[in-house]
């Protein structure tokens, strides 16, 4: 089956700790993504990657960072540099760069709570 | 940057009734406008998207216009059943912005039996 998995689907960390959180995608797409959600919010975008060994700083990129290696692959790592860790984090994919419609939807996995404790 | 605004913030209707939310978007060179159903727990999943080239598209009882003139568009959900109950999320990109998305902050829908 192809998707977008996410992993893993909670999780606890202590403050003043790095943590990874972990998103793959077998649908052979160019362009990634990592969202935050707040409750009764929207998606604000934290980065994005267009092409392996590239990324940009989206909205709210502070605290963060991200490394894309691998097409299938792009971690974010929340770092003790972010005051309010505590959200739901959306990773999401989208086709191919070289396509006509370079716009085109955007498939999400089903999401990592991380709660500080 | 684009911004994307969504109203209402919650709407509860009577099972069968229609349902319809309205967005506004500010940047004229966006030109691809896709609607997200999230239920509780899980990630967004796409449920219909227009173009800028076309001003209504329709897909059984989910329907969306487009009004490039005014930079509205708006998802309309007839005979809804008590299923279609979760948060919508309207968005906007432009092609010439890396493709990426600016979203609206979602409408919880509630439909009562």
Known sequence: DG???????????????NVT????????HDAMYWYRQDPGQGLRLIYYSQIVND???????EGYSVSREKKESFPLTVTSAQKN????????SSMDR????????AFFGQGTRLTVV | GENVEQHPSTLSVQEGDSAVIKCT??????NYFPWYKQELGKGPQL????RSNVGEKKDQRIAVTLNKTAKHFSL??????????????????????????????????????
């Not at chain 2, 449920?47 to 227009?50: L, S």
Request: hydrophobic share 30%.
């Open chain 1, 98 to 105: 070289f396509s006509p419609l370079r716009n085109t939807e």
């Open chain 1, 85 to 92: 860790p505590t959200a739901f984090y959306l990773c999401a």
């Open chain 2, 25 to 30: 978007y500010s940047d004229s060179a966006s």
């Open chain 1, 21 to 28: 959180l972990s998103c793959e995608q077998n649908l052979n």
């Open chain 1, 3 to 17: 998707g977008i998995t996410q992993s893993p689907k909670y999780l606890f960390r202590k403050e003043g700790q």
């Open chain 2, 76 to 113: 309309h959900i007839t005979e809804t059943q008590p299923e279609d109950s979760a948060v919508y999320f309207c968005a906007a990109s432009s092609s010439t912005n890396a493709g990426k998305s600016t979203f609206g902050d979602g409408t919880t829908l509630t439909v009562k039996p």
């Open chain 1, 55 to 61: 990324f940009q700083k989206g909205d709210i990129a």
């Open chain 2, 47 to 50: 449920i219909i998207d227009i």
